[in-house]
């Protein structure tokens, strides 16, 4: 894997849409590619893909996915969070190793997940996703 391989389809940041230039498609590369895939994977909720309804995390209790095991809908629970957290963003391809991994829950009941990868193409940028529970 180099810099210039595409990684995936560009989607825009905050909304997730695909974005084009002059109707074509755009590809992230690099660390930008793997800081989106890490992104892709920790949204990506557990039976959502027709392909493989094992891929994902287990944000809810449904059929595949026990109570004991969903993250949200129950008492939560940090630690288990923060397994699945980690073991989501260690599949990415490109990622060697995860710097900083945290995840604080708030008064308006928002989990807040901040993480910072080493990459193949060097370190991200700390990142946060703000999640509704």
Same mark, same amino acid.
């Given at each position: 894997?180099n810099?210039?391989t595409p $990684?995936? $389809?560009y989607l825009d940041? *905050?909304s997730h849409?695909?974005?084009? @230039?002059?109707? @074509? +498609?755009?590809?992230? *590369? /690099? =660390?930008?590619g793997i800081?989106?895939c890490a992104?892709?994977? &920790? ?12 891929? /994902? ?6 059929? !595949?996915?026990p #109570?004991?095991? #969903? $993250?949200? /809908?129950?008492?939560?629970?940090? =630690?288990? #969070?923060?397994d ?6 260690l599949? +990415?391809? !490109?990622?060697?190793e995860?710097i900083q ?5 708030d008064? *308006?009941r *928002? &989990?807040r ?17 703000? =999640?509704?529970?």
């Open positions: 894997m810099s210039d $990684l995936d $389809l940041p *905050t849409d695909l974005v084009f @230039d002059q109707n @074509d +498609v755009i590809w992230v *590369t /690099g =660390i930008h800081q989106q992104k892709i994977a &920790m949204l990506m909720v557990r039976g959502e893909w027709f392909k493989d309804l094992d891929e /994902g995390l287990p944000y809810f209790e449904r059929e !595949g996915v #109570a004991e095991d #969903a $993250l949200i /809908g129950q008492k939560f629970n940090k =630690i288990k #969070a923060l699945a957290y980690r073991q989501a963003l599949s +990415v391809p !490109g990622v060697n995860i991994l945290d995840i604080n829950v008064s *308006t *928002t &989990m997940v901040t993480w910072q990868l080493r990459t193949v193409f060097g370190d991200t940028p700390v990142n946060v996703l703000d =999640i509704g529970v």
